[in-house]
Nanobody, 121 residues
């Protein structure tokens, strides 16, 4: 199975920026559409952003549109999430997964450890 390792989270003030990374173990990474999800304790995990296998198309949740940008480097088996103009409501654990297009449902039945993003007001 493809191992997914998220990193890049941290504590940032409102209005600040972070870049998250999702490193995949398999060379088959380039064949998957990939997505970012986030979860707040006590709430369901929600979709954030997705990118096609070749980077040719992206899709965003309304709550992050215009502030977040998803990208990928298939040569490095890595996907990124560039987060700008962060808000306290962006505070969550962020996860990556392969994504079913266009439903944006996570494809793999497992998750990595995630990376914590905390935005202070």
């Amino acid at each position: 199975q493809v191992q997914l390792v998220e990193s890049g989270g941290g504590l940032v003030q409102a209005g600040g920026s972070l870049r998250l990374s999702c490193a995949a173990s398999a060379r088959t990474f380039s064949g998957y559409n990939m997505g970012w999800y986030r979860q707040v304790s006590g709430k369901e995990r929600e979709f954030v952003a997705a990118i096609r296998w070749n980077g040719g198309n992206t899709y965003y949740a309304d709550s992050v549109k215009g502030r977040f940008t998803v990208s990928r480097d298939n040569a490095k088996n890595t996907m990124y999430l560039h987060m700008n103009s962060l808000k306290p409501e962006d505070t969550a654990i962020y996860y990556c997964n392969a994504v079913e297009w266009p439903s944006m449902q996570a494809m793999f039945g497992y998750w990595g450890q995630g990376t914590q993003v905390t935005v202070s007001s």
